[in-house]
């Protein structure tokens, strides 16, 4: 009985798809290179259509990478704050000084 519940499932398990997201793709992150030096993990971040809504003219956009170990020194000692995470980036506004 199991083989030919298989074999009559077998077309329907054939006819199914990956599912893909119906949300297109936002444009990638404008990321300009190292925040602190130029060999910085943590990168400042320009304006696109995503971006824009965080951008304030008393703080540096910065974008670090989720993964980024030194992320905890990074927000104590720029006063950093968590605004967006996007494209494996934590996305933050960090205060001019």
């Known amino acids: 009985m199991r083989p030919f519940l298989l ?18 793709a936002g444009e990638p992150l404008p990321l300009m290179g190292g ?26 956009f910065v974008g670090c990478p989720e993964d980024y170990e030194g992320v905890g020194v990074f927000e104590t000692e720029t006063g950093a704050r968590l605004v967006a995470v996007e494209q494996e980036y934590r996305l933050y506004s960090v205060p001019v000084r």
């Open 7 to 24: 074999i009559a499932l077998a077309p329907l398990l054939l006819a199914c798809e990956p599912g893909t997201s119906s949300e297109p």
């Open 35 to 60: 925040y602190r030096d130029p060999a910085d993990q943590c990168v400042r971040v320009g304006e696109n259509a995503f971006t824009n809504q965080f951008l304030d003219d008393a703080a540096d």
